[in-house]
């Protein structure tokens, strides 16, 4: 199982970016999909998920009505569209699938910083 995480960077407050994951070595569209995220001193939080077919998405309070997931099965990636960003969004961003009895599976991560 492997990830390639893309789309960090540094933006302003109230800017937006999206972040992609593709995924390879499994069978993608079996398997619900997450984004996590990680900020400084701070446990591993879950941000989103979207389900197989992207029927059914559920977000963290903290990101609902400014955070979109969405998936494309036909190119194996998982997005995550952030507008009106917040400094408390800066973090790092892994997307992350599991796999029963397997265990989970995570990406390398991808910077996100939000500064003036």
């Known amino acids: 199982v492997q990830f390639v995480e893309s789309g960090g960077g540094l933006v302003q407050p109230g800017g937006f970016l999206t972040l992609s994951c593709a995924a390879s070595g499994f069978t993608f569209s079996n398997y619900p999909m997450r984004w996590y995220r990680q900020a400084p001193g701070k446990e591993r939080e879950l941000v989103a998920t979207?389900?197989?077919?992207?029927?059914?998405?559920d977000y963290a309070d903290s990101v609902k009505g400014r955070f979109t997931i969405s998936r494309d099965n036909a190119k194996n990636t998982v997005y995550l569209q952030m507008t009106s960003l917040k400094l408390e969004d800066t973090a790092v961003y892994y997307c992350?699938?599991?796999?029963?009895?397997?265990?989970?599976?995570w990406g390398q991560g991808t910077q996100v910083t939000v500064s003036s």
């Open positions: 979207i389900s197989r077919f992207g029927r059914t998405k």
């Open positions: 992350s699938v599991r796999i029963t009895p397997r265990g989970d599976y």
